[in-house]
């Protein structure tokens, strides 16, 4: 049998690990193991991923997919070798990386584009990109991503249509309506939208106050003819266990063949 050797996980390194919500996963008791998506990482990209903790942490930054999201995303993408990617909101780049380091283990180049309104993120994003090596596997645009024009420039950086697309943007009801009707018909046949936020408690993050994915995702798959949609909630509270431990829950929706 070999043995592992010991190594930091990325999450474990801050001194708030044990008090910052940030950390909810990470915290518990009952997982006293590395999940995958860290323990693929070879040194350089973990220790990337270390100051990227600390950096965000210290400039509040901190708003990533969880790991249960990351997780199950980044399982679709490298157990079917999903090629063309766009993400909707990047914000401080998390998953950015991640999926980047995942598409360069697969040997993909312009795999992966990524849109969000703030100029700033997309600067501050492009940056740790630069230096985990990923310029040539992720696009990034700064614009609205119910834009139309963000569809083209996304079929141009990627060679063609997507295959999957991650809803992870504003949460607010009007503007993921918007999405949900400009980007489903953008993906292949069989594509994925997969959306986070898609919890009844995660309706608290639509600043608007108009109910956030939840509701968009329950008028747009009312209408006639749209796809089924298979929607995983996790407990009331980060931090409890469940067999989809994320309360903020994920959406997944795919396009018939």
């Not at 190594?7 to 001194?15: F, G, K, M, Y």
């Not at 400039?59 to 249960?68: D, I, N, Q, W, Y």
Request: net charge negative.
């Amino acid at each position: 049998m070999t043995t592992q050797p010991t190594r930091t996980p990325p999450h474990t390194v801050s001194a708030h690990a044990t008090d910052h919500i940030r950390f909810w996963w990470h915290a518990s008791g009952e997982r006293g193991y590395e999940p995958d998506l860290y323990r693929v990482l070879d040194d350089g990209q973990r220790a990337l991923l270390i100051e990227w903790y600390e950096d965000t942490l210290d400039r509040k930054l901190v708003g990533e997919m969880a790991v249960p999201m990351a997780s199950a995303l980044l399982g679709l993408v490298n157990g079917s070798g999903v090629r063309r990617i766009v993400q909707l909101g990047h914000f401080a780049g998390y998953s950015c990386l991640l999926l980047g380091w995942a598409l360069e283990r697969m040997g993909v180049s312009n795999g992966l584009f990524s849109i969000d309104l703030n100029g700033k993120m997309t600067d501050y994003t492009r940056g740790w990109l630069e230096r985990g090596g990923l310029a040539g596997q992720v696009g990034l645009l700064t614009s609205d991503s119910a834009s139309a024009d963000a569809v083209v420039a996304a079929r141009a950086y990627l060679g063609g249509d997507p295959a999957c697309v991650v809803i992870d943007s504003s949460h607010q009801y009007a503007h993921t309506l918007e999405e949900l009707d400009l980007w489903y018909p953008s993906l292949v046949p069989g594509g994925l939208l997969v959306l986070h936020d898609a919890s009844p408690m995660a309706a608290r993050y639509d600043r608007t106050g108009e109910g956030g994915v939840r509701r968009a995702l329950d008028e747009w798959l009312a209408r006639p003819g749209a796809p089924s949609a298979l929607t995983l909630t996790g407990p009331e509270k980060h931090g409890q266990d469940g067999p989809y431990a994320d309360p903020s829950g994920l959406c997944l929706i795919q396009k018939p063949w």
